[in-house]
T-cell receptor, first 109, second 117 residues
Framework: EDQVTQSPEALRLQEGESSSLNCSYTVSGLRGLFWYRQDPGKGPEFLFTLYSAGEEKEKERLKATLTKKESFLHITAPKPEDSATYLCAVRGAAQKLVFGQGTRLTINP | GAGVSQSPSNKVTEKGKDVELRCDPISGHTALYWYRQRLGQGLEFLIYFQGNSAPDKSGLPSDRFSAERTGESVSTLTIQRTQQEDSAVYLC???????????????FGPGTRLTVL
């Protein structure tokens, strides 16, 4: 069974303090690993798709990386507006996405 | 439309009543998904539609849950005889499908928050 575990559950940082969020996964035949951002009361917003180990993608202050067992979402010099819940998901042989529980990130000014 | 839309945004119902939740996918997206998100939890897959293929219902938690899709547009998720444990946010997503490939990126609507009293 495909599984995703995210850590930590919650993370508080000061503005400008860089850190990383972890997503560990087990999947039969990875067809993609996805990162989403979710703000309170809203649906998830797509950030990145990664397909193979060694792949990296960047968007503004965020960079996602992928190995055969985990993915990291690195956040560099975060701002308060980066506060959100970050969700990781994998797609295996089926069309559905299997999500982790999310990491709730708070950036204090 | 510009994005996935869902209605209603909030629904409060009494235990035992039936509810219908609606999803309008992005125009041109033929793949449509329903997920459930309980408070503080990740998303749970419920059902997947693609064109005229039989839907993947493997995530539906009980026979009280059903969903329909009209052609390649609107979908309705129905929960019969609602229970308190059905309280959650129900999210709809759509993605582009071309040939035999479903593009991976799923784009989500704002969700319907269901509260069963």
């Amino acid at each position: 069974e495909d599984q995703v575990t995210q850590s930590p559950e919650a993370l508080r940082l000061q503005e400008g303090e860089s850190s990383s969020l972890n997503c560990s996964y087990t999947v039969s035949g990875l067809r993609g690993l996805f990162w989403y951002r979710q703000d309170p009361g809203k649906g998830p917003e797509f950030l990145f798709t990664l397909y193979s180990a060694g792949e990296e993608k960047e968007k503004e202050r965020l960079k996602a990386t992928l190995t055969k067992k985990e993915s990291f979402l690195h956040i560099t010099a975060p701002k308060p507006e980066d506060s959100a819940t970050y969700l990781c998901a994998v797609r295996g042989a089926a069309q559905k996405l299997v999500f982790g529980q999310g990491t709730r990130l708070t950036i204090n000014p | 439309g510009a994005g996935v839309s869902q209605s209603p945004s909030n629904k409060v119902t009494e235990k035992g009543k039936d509810v219908e939740l609606r999803c309008d996918p992005i125009s041109g997206h033929t793949a449509l998904y329903w997920y459930r998100q309980r408070l503080g939890q990740g998303l749970e897959f419920l059902i997947y539609f693609q064109g005229n293929s039989a839907p993947d219902k493997s995530g539906l938690p009980s026979d009280r849950f059903s969903a329909e899709r009209t052609g390649e547009s609107v979908s309705t998720l129905t929960i019969q005889r609602t229970q308190q444990e059905d309280s959650a946010v129900y999210l709809c997503a759509s993605s582009f499908y071309f040939g035999t490939i479903t593009y991976n990126e799923q784009f989500f609507g704002p969700g319907t928050r269901l509260t069963v009293l």
